[in-house]
Every structure is written in structure tokens, then in C-alpha cells.
């Protein structure tokens, strides 16, 4: 395909946030007879395409689900190399992301977190922090009910303080309560693997989100993948309720 040609493929409005369920590490190992964790390492090879994706189709917010609540549920040693390639990720890779002025941001909680790894995840923030290129956004010990619970506590306390009144309690008040506060809600969500769930990922920020659903597992999705679930998203029409 010739540039130009290239270029009015992508014709369209681009999204501006990204956001993506990443499915089917387990998969990809079954199928191929391989231990579950193989599934993952290549599952963080797929994280490093989707982040050069980005970059490609300047996209400013990419937000990606890497381990929810519920997965703390999974078998202690599954648990444990998944928190492990994200201790390796976080030493090995943020420097890079730094230079190519990606700004990284956790989202979800920390309490349970290996120490070490919510060190480096607090030093990764701090360092990347005045990066502008990218908005990369780990969801890690996330939960959307968790975050929405979350918003109306503080927001119940700052009533019972005094600090605001019933009437100040609207949608902008909230989202400004919620781990995304100062982000666009995402324009396009990406499901992996076959599944078309939404698995209590962005609840209140998915409410006008287009969603793409492709059967590739996780550790399968390419460059290609990206491109392809762009290119849909410009075909559609979003009216937004309206
Ligand atoms: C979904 O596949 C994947 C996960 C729950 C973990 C995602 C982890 C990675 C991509 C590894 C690297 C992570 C970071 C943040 C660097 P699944 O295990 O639910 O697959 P299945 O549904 O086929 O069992």
C-alpha cells in the first residue's frame, strides 16, 4: 500500500484513548501445550507492540488491564509470575518509556502488591511523570465497582464533613472522585480472545465507548491488530445518545 493510500485508509477521526481487556494468555499456552506462564511473558511482548501502536497512531491515552481484583484469585504461583513480569517490566523497560516520553500511571489498588513492585510502580509515575507523547495507564488490582465504591465514599465523607452539600454531588463532581480523574474516557475498548464481556473494567468511563472484539489471544496481537481495530472505530458513527 502506497502512503497515500495508507493515509485515507486511516482517514477518520482517530480515538483519543485506547483502552484494551488484554484475553487469552491461558488460551495461547493451552493450545500450544505450555505452562500458563508462558502465556504471559508473551502476553507482556504483546504489551510492548500495543505501546509502539500507540505511539504509531499518535494516540495520547492507552490504558491497558493487566490484573483485575478478581484475578487475585488465580493460583499462587500463576499470581506470583504475573507480578513477576511486571517487577521485570517496570526495572527493565522504563527507561526506554521515559525517552519516548511516555508518561506511565497505575490505576486499581497497591495494598496487596508485593512491596518492591509498588516501589517501582510509585518510581515509574514519578520519573515519567512530565512526559506528554503518551498516557499509558496500567490497571492493576482493578476493579470498576471497587473505584465506583471508592468515589461515593470520599464523596459521602466530604458531605458528613461539611465540605460539600448534597446539591454539589453531579457527574463532573464524581469523575472527579474516580482513579481516572483528568483522563478522557476511552473512545474505543479492545477485548481480546473472544470473549465480549466488559469484566468490571471502566464501568463509569465506558459509557459512550465503542467496543472492538477479536478472537487473537493476547500474546497473537500485533501491529496489524491495532491498525485493523482503528480502522473500524473510524468507520463508525457515535452520536453520543443524541
Ligand atoms: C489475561 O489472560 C491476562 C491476564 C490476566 C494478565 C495479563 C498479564 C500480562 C499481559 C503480562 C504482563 C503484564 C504486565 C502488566 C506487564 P488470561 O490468563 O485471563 O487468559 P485465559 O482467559 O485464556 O485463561
Do not use: C
Not at 511523570?129 to 496500567?138: D, I, M, P, V
Not at 458528613?160 to 478522557?184: C, N, R, V, W
Amino acid at each position: 500500500m502506497t502512503n497515500l493510500a495508507a493515509e485515507i485508509e486511516f482517514s477518520g477521526i482517530k480515538p483519543l484513548h485506547v483502552a484494551i481487556i488484554m484475553d487469552g494468555n491461558g488460551r495461547w499456552a493451552n493450545e500450544r501445550g505450555l505452562p500458563r506462564t508462558m502465556g504471559h511473558r508473551e502476553g507482556a511482548k504483546a504489551v510492548s507492540r500495543a505501546i509502539e501502536s500507540a505511539l504509531d497512531h499518535e494516540i495520547k491515552y492507552l490504558t491497558l488491564f493487566g490484573f483485575s481484583r478478581e484475578n487475585w484469585s488465580r493460583s499462587p504461583s500463576e499470581v506470583s509470575a504475573i507480578m513477576g513480569l511486571l517487577r521485570l517490566h517496570l526495572m527493565q523497560d522504563v527507561d526506554k518509556l521515559k525517552n519516548e516520553g511516555i508518561a506511565i500511571r497505575f490505576i486499581g489498588g497497591r495494598d496487596k502488591l508485593p512491596a518492591d513492585v509498588r516501589d517501582l510502580i510509585e518510581k515509574s509515575e514519578q520519573e515519567t511523570a512530565n512526559n506528554q507523547r503518551l498516557y499509558l495507564t496500567l490497571a492493576v488490582d482493578y476493579g470498576g465497582r471497587q473505584e465506583l465504591t471508592d468515589a461515593a465514599r470520599r464523596l459521602a465523607k466530604l458531605v458528613l464533613e461539611g465540605e460539600k452539600s448534597l446539591k454539589d454531588i453531579d457527574e463532573f463532581l464524581f469523575s472527579q472522585h474516580l482513579a481516572t480523574y483528568g483522563m478522557p474516557d476511552p473512545d474505543l475498548i479492545i477485548r481480546t480472545s473472544g470473549e465480549q464481556r466488559v469484566s468490571n473494567f471502566l464501568l463509569w468511563q465506558m459509557a459512550y465507548s465503542e467496543f472492538w472484539f477479536t478472537n487473537v489471544h493476547w500474546p497473537d496481537f500485533s501491529k496489524k491488530t491495532f491498525d485493523e481495530a482503528v480502522r473500524i472505530f473510524q468507520r463508525r458513527e457515535r452520536r453520543f445518545g443524541s
